[in-house]
Nanobody
């Protein structure tokens, strides 16, 4: 299993970013996928999940209405569209499948 995140960066509060997670080494279309994040000095926080088919999604209350998870099973890629970003969204974001995770991508929101 290999998961490679990209799309992070520095953005002003209120801005948007789109994260991607490229998956390989397993049958991507058969598995639920999750996004997690970890802010400096804090533990991991679950952000969002999407089922294998892409039609059931769940969100943490902290991001509901601002973030949208999606997937393209033809491209073996998971996405996280993040809008109306806040300072507290600053973290390393990583995707997970089961217990496998990527290296993460840094998102920094400045006010």
């Amino acid at each position: 299993v290999q998961l490679v995140e990209s799309g992070g960066g520095l953005v002003q509060a209120g801005g948007s970013l789109r994260l991607s997670c490229a998956a390989s080494g397993f049958t991507f279309s058969m598995y639920e996928m999750n996004w997690f994040r970890q802010a400096p000095g804090k533990g991991p926080e679950w952000v969002s999940a999407i089922n294998a088919g892409g039609y059931f999604t769940r969100y943490a209350d902290s991001v509901k209405g601002r973030f949208t998870i999606s997937r393209d099973n033809g491209k073996n890629t998971l996405y996280l569209q993040m809008n109306s970003l806040k300072d507290e969204d600053t973290a390393v974001y990583y995707c997970m499948c089961g217990t496998s995770r990527g290296q993460g991508t840094q998102v920094t929101v400045s006010s």
